[in-house]
Each structure stands twice: as structure tokens, then as C-alpha cells.
């Protein structure tokens, strides 16, 4: 599997390994959808090799589940062209990113 979470102290990494794109959008839902809303996440995107549109509305599905505006998400060991596609995008507006 491509999408993996693990939970240290409350807070939940979700790890997706390879492409970050429409094909693991079930596998990144259930990932989430089984922990409590109200908890933290981080996005860990050492794996990630490769990030498209479909995969920023997936973080933008997971911000709105885990609270909205008072959320706390984390993206975390962004790559340069990760890094690059989330500033493009403002995501640095809804999200911290590291």
C-alpha cells in the first residue's frame, strides 16, 4: 500500500509513498476517516516523488475534516518540487509546511 498513518503521542502521520495523485484517493481517505477528527496530522512527504491538482484537493479534504480554519495539519520533509507545487498553490496559507 502506498498510503500508510502511524500515531505517536495523538498525532497521526500519514505517509504516501511514490505519486500522490488520484490513484491512492481511497487508500489516503480511509487513512484519516478512521481517526478522530478533532486530532493532529502530519503529512510526511519524504516518500513522495511526485504531487498533481488531485492531491491538493485531497489535503484541502483533509484540513476540512480534521477542523477547517482551527486544523492542525502539518507538511512535512517537502521536497523541492513538492515545495514549489504547495507555495505555487498558497498552501502555505492553510497549511505549515517544512
Known amino acids: 500500500m ?3 498513518i502511524s500515531t505517536t503521542d495523538n498525532k497521526h502521520t ?3 509513498n511514490g505519486r500522490f495523485d488520484f490513484s491512492v ?10 481517526v478522530p477528527s478533532s ?4 503529512m510526511d512527504f519524504s516518500s513522495t516523488d511526485y504531487m498533481d491538482s488531485s492531491a491538493l ?5 483533509l484540513r476540512d475534516y ?3 480554519d482551527n486544523a492542525k495539519v502539518e507538511l512535512v520533509r ?3 518540487e513538492i515545495k514549489n507545487i504547495l507555495e ?3 498552501f502555505q496559507k492553510l497549511f505549515t509546511v517544512s
Not at 481511497?26 to 478512521?34: N, Q, T, V
Not at 486530532?39 to 502530519?42: H, K, L, R
Not at 484537493?57 to 479534504?61: F, N, P, R, T
Open 57 to 61: 484537493g485531497m489535503l484541502l479534504l
Open 88 to 90: 505555487i498553490s498558497n
Open 2 to 4: 502506498s498510503v500508510t
Open 14 to 16: 500519514i505517509k504516501v
Open 78 to 80: 517537502c521536497g523541492t
Open 39 to 42: 486530532s493532529a496530522f502530519i
Open 66 to 68: 480534521a477542523g477547517g
Open 25 to 34: 484517493q481511497s487508500d489516503f481517505r480511509k487513512a484519516y476517516e478512521g
